[in-house]
């Protein structure tokens, strides 16, 4: 309601080419929202929701009643009627979702309504009304969003799933102040729009993937310019949906916080995740040597396929002993670890004399039991903790631009180190509820995908 005011205060009466307006949902059938003093009845509303489902020829031959004054019609179609009587005019505007109707004085400029609506536009997005399991997921028709001061309004085709959507989902995860609430940190799609300050260097119609800290499953969705990436030749906005949260978070760790070096050893606990086979790619193209953990033959057949030096299964094997055995004693340089608490003391264990332990993620828990104080003193260890959702707008287009000019060529064919996004399954937006409970299981081998409908 606070949205669609805002409109008609800033986007019509502001311009002082329209006297009064409002704002009907067809579906409820009611005014949603209204100038001061502006009276549209209920038959009023009912009678324009009318014209356009079943009236609209007989409005164009014989004009309009409306507010108890009659307005003859000017021009008709199937989305506005321009009405006129000796006072003023009528205008009203259809969309999928509402009618504006608006008066103006004659010899004013009325078609600025119809740029105002476009502002009404509708969308699909994933929606939940309170937290829980993925049976509460539902689509839901919601406002398409206008981009802002340096935004670009994407079209989006596909975005991707990660464990933060879980999070959020179950309530632990609430997104950044001032970010959109509706899933979704990553998307490929199409420029839709430019807001105002863009710098020139998107265009409408350029394929683009896009770092996002909420707001991508659904059918549009703005982006700080800065956010945007160029897709990779010959790459499908699926494949392109699987890139920029996990690779972007595999990069982040490895070159801003972990400082990597060539010819180190780097530890990747769930290596067969989005950002596990995003590391392991990347640990290689640095020169360095990855080493993972999984829970399957087939998740770390899937590593090793993507250039795991040696993989370990965390269920039946102890991780820190055949580090140590494949290192000669040495241990690894860097740890990648999502798990946390769980894993402390074996990654203590395999930890090299000033080797860095990065931890972005806590699946294990955040409880330790022990001296671990004590023991990361003795190798002059250090921790480094990491989150890329929270980060802030300069730090996230610096890594941005960075993965952009250093990591994403690589993407493309002909390059000597061909890296590549690895899609385990694809969902339809519908079946959002079936791929949260799918992650949930933990059956994936690398990226979930969310198709938006073919229809949008």
């Not at 299964?313 to 004693?329: A, C, M, R």
């Amino acid at each position: 309601m606070n949205r669609l005011q805002a409109l008609l205060n800033d986007s019509l009466i502001g311009t002082k080419h329209v006297e009064n307006a409002a704002i009907i949902h067809i579906k409820e059938r009611k005014v949603s929202a209204s100038t001061f003093g502006f009276n549209v009845s209920p038959e009023d509303a009912l009678s324009l929701i009318s014209t356009f489902s079943k009236n609209l020829l007989q409005v164009r031959k014989e004009g309009l009643y409306f507010n108890d004054k009659y307005y003859k019609c000017v021009r008709a179609d199937e989305h506005s009627l321009y009405l006129q009587n000796p006072d003023g005019g009528l205008i009203v505007v259809k969309t999928k979702i509402f009618i504006l109707v608006a008066t103006y004085s004659v010899g004013m400029y009325p078609s600025v309504c119809v740029e105002a609506v476009e502002k009404l536009e509708n969308m699909l997005a994933v929606y939940f009304d309170c937290p829980g399991g993925p049976e509460n997921l539902y689509v839901k028709e919601v406002m398409k969003p206008q981009p802002g001061e340096g935004e670009v309004l994407v079209k989006v085709s596909a975005s991707a799933l990660n464990r933060a959507d879980l999070l959020q989902r179950s309530g632990k995860y609430p997104p950044p102040k001032g970010a959109s609430d509706i899933l979704g940190l990553e998307a490929a799609g199409s420029v839709a729009g430019l807001g105002p300050g863009c710098r020139g260097r998107w265009k409408v119609g350029d394929a683009v993937m896009a770092l996002l800290s909420g707001g991508g499953q659904a059918e549009y969705v703005t982006v700080p310019e800065g956010y945007l990436m160029p897709l990779p030749r010959d790459m499908t906005f699926i494949q392109a949906a699987a890139i920029p949260e996990a690779w972007l978070t595999a990069f982040q760790l490895l070159h801003f916080v972990g400082k990597i070096q060539k010819g180190e050893r780097v530890l990747i606990h769930a290596g067969a995740s989005g950002v596990g086979l995003a590391a392991i790619q990347l640990v290689r193209l640095a020169q360095a040597v990855p080493i993972v953990t999984a829970g399957t033959p087939e998740k770390l057949k899937a590593a090793a396929n993507a250039g795991a030096a040696v993989g370990v299964n965390y269920k039946n094997e102890d991780f820190s002993e055949k580090v140590l055995e494949f290192t000669q004693g040495a241990g690894v340089d860097i740890i990648l670890d999502c798990v946390g608490g769980s894993y402390w003391e074996k990654n203590l264990n395999c930890l090299s004399t000033d080797g860095r332990w990065i931890i972005y993620g806590l699946l294990g828990g955040g409880e330790v039991r022990g001296d671990l104080f004590a023991r990361l003193l003795s190798k002059r260890g250090s921790i480094h903790t990491s989150l890329l959702r929270s980060r802030d707008k300069e730090y996230k287009e610096r890594l941005v631009k960075a993965f952009t000019e250093d990591v994403l060529p690589y993407f493309s064919g002909g390059t000597s180190a061909h890296l590549r996004p690895l899609v385990d399954s694809v969902y339809s937006l519908h079946e959002i509820a079936e791929a949260h409970r799918f992650m949930e299981e933990n059956k994936n081998i690398g990226k979930i995908v969310i198709e938006m409908p073919a229809s949008s």
